[in-house]
């Protein structure tokens, strides 16, 4: 299970070193947390939001209660999702399958060709296919039509409240 490997920022980060205990880290010990997160097959989270970014968490499929309930979940990509998604560059990819044992939803099998493809009902964009590539033949790209995140909290309850009251 990973320890120490979530992080907070600005004020709330004050809040948890003062109160909390928690240990403050340099931008470079952080970075260094980050690619061992990276090498991990650890997926990134925080809110989704351009501005106010408070937090990082770095979870796993197997310890995460967020993630663990998501992946329970027929369609994971329909409820979280990041707005980004694989893409495979035929040239570079040797087949190994590391991308598709790292992938948290399994949203990747090996196509004809020996080209991984994309389950898109599955996949939720976390990248963790592309920090893994040996080869780095995986690039992450927007997904068309994806819409922007808000900027801040309270425009994403909002976001989230028409996003409810619209299916009702």
Known sequence: MPVGVC???GEM???ITERLGGRRVTREEAREIVDRCEELGLIHMS???TDE???MCNCDRWHCEVVGQVLKQPRPGLVFN???QPTFTAERCVACETCINRCPPEALTMGEGKLPVVNTDRCFGCGVCATGCPE???AMETKPGFPVPPK???ELVTALRNSVQGRN
Do not use: L, P, Y
């Open 13 to 15: 980060a004050v809040n």
């Open 152 to 154: 801040t909290a309270k």
């Open 53 to 55: 970014i408070d937090f």
């Open 82 to 84: 990041s707005g980004f």
């Open 47 to 49: 809110r989704n939001t």
């Open 136 to 138: 780095g033949a995986i």
């Open 7 to 9: 992080m907070w920022f």
